[in-house]
Nanobody, 126 residues
Framework: VQLQASGGGLMQTGGSLRLSCADA????????MAWFRQAPGKEREFVGA????????RYAGSVKGRFTISLDKTKNMMYLQMNSLKPEDTAIYYC????????????????????WGQGTLVTVSS
């Protein structure tokens, strides 16, 4: 699986951005896809995930109600719509995927994902 993340940039507090993650290899071996982020000096943090089995996104508490994950099955793309951005959302955002359908308790562990995109930087100014 070859993932490509894009869409990052500089935004003011309260603004919106939409990130995209493409399965460039079009292998369709992405039964669970997720967004993680990593701020400088911090560990990679779970943002949200979606499983093809149900297409119901799951979110970390810090972004719930502000961020929305969606899948375009025809294009094999995953999106992260980020609204009401805060300075603490500043990070490099990564998309990850695995051919496994992860159980809910495993969604937040980055080690459960086999493929990663290169990351896209999101900076939110105050």
């Amino acid at each position: 699986v070859q993932l490509q993340a894009s869409g990052g940039g500089l935004m003011q507090t309260g603004g919106s951005l939409r990130l995209s993650c493409a399965d460039a290899g079009r292998t369709f071996s992405t039964n669970t896809m997720a967004w993680f982020r990593q701020a400088p000096g911090k560990e990679r943090e779970f943002v949200g995930a979606i499983r093809r089995r149900e297409f119901v996104p799951r979110y970390a508490g810090s972004v719930k109600g502000r961020f929305t994950i969606s899948l375009d099955k025809t294009k094999n793309m995953m999106y992260l719509q980020m609204n009401s951005l805060k300075p603490e959302d500043t990070a490099i955002y990564y998309c990850g995927a695995t051919p496994s359908t992860l159980i809910l308790s495993s969604l937040g562990n980055p080690r459960n994902y086999d493929s990663w995109g290169q990351g896209t930087l999101v900076t939110v100014s105050s």
